[in-house]
């Protein structure tokens, strides 16, 4: 299996199996975005006990892309010190602007997928849409 069908299949199976979806129990925080070009649309919940991601979630609804990106992006922070996750959601988002690379991170599992989309300029505000409003959410706390 070449790296290219094992990201196409982690993809695939984030999307079909998205982990934390849903809203989130006694959640702290919520925001909601929407793009108006694909009409992707998403609200992520946070609960943020003592400065950490005690637990995350979201509802959607969009391309695979972007519901798959939504669900790598919670398990990437969730359990994480705001502080680390902030820094995490812009490194994210600085690979996506080719201002960094995967190479440089190995903290990052599944959302390594998503370094293909870079190839597809019009599909990169689907992937980095829940990593958006993530760091959105995360800038007010």
Known sequence: MSFEELYQEILLDHYQRPRHAGPVTGATCS????????????????????????????????CAISMASASMMTDQIEGKLVEDAKREVNTFLAIMRDEDSFDNHPEFDDATSLNGVKKLH????????????????????
């Open 31 to 62: 925001e909601h975005e929407h793009n108006p070009l694909c009409g992707d649309d998403i609200t992520i919940h946070m609960k943020i006990t003592d400065g950490k991601i005690a637990d995350i979630g979201f509802e959607g609804k969009g």
């Open 122 to 141: 019009a599909r990169i505000k689907c992937a980095t849409l829940s990593w958006n409003t993530a760091k959105k959410m995360l800038e007010e706390e």
